[in-house]
């Protein structure tokens, strides 16, 4: 995470029309504190993640169009086990990228709604690793 917003604070002086959107969709307040407090030492948080407080913060705000959840491999866990999502067939666990998918014809009437799906592997940033020696 340190690495991708070092590489957005690059970008934000770019005069590339494509940059500047993708630049004006991130909130880059929001993730330079994130990274702050991700930092070591850093204290975890005192709130569960959840689904409810996760959904609702997208329906609180009309214009966004997806959310990353960065968490480690225990938190996953217990997402990927809780309704409205149905557990994945196979769950990797670290370093991987899962997107959920809404089951086609889902209303707000059934419990399990969506399925999360291996969508890629991440990356390692390598200058974290030197400086905190993980």
């Not at 592997?121 to 974290?128: A, E, L, Q, T, V």
Request: glycine share 6%; hydrophobic share 30%; proline share 7%.
């Amino acid at each position: 995470m340190v690495g991708y917003y070092r590489e957005l604070e690059v970008a934000a002086n770019s005069n590339d029309p494509t940059m500047r959107r993708l630049l004006d969709a991130i909130d880059m307040d929001w993730l330079g504190q994130r990274t702050y407090r991700l930092t070591p030492p850093h204290q975890p948080l005192s709130e569960t993640l959840d689904w409810y407080r996760i959904f609702r913060q997208s329906k609180d705000d009309t214009h966004c169009i997806g959310i990353i959840i960065m968490s480690g491999d225990e938190t996953c866990r217990t997402l990927f086990n809780t309704a409205p999502v149905m557990p994945p067939d196979n769950f990797r666990g670290e370093g991987r990228v899962y997107r959920l998918r809404e089951f086609e014809g889902a209303t707000s009437a059934p419990k399990l709604r969506w399925k999360p799906e291996h969508y890629c592997n991440s990356s390692r940033d390598k200058d974290f690793e030197k400086r905190y020696g993980e």
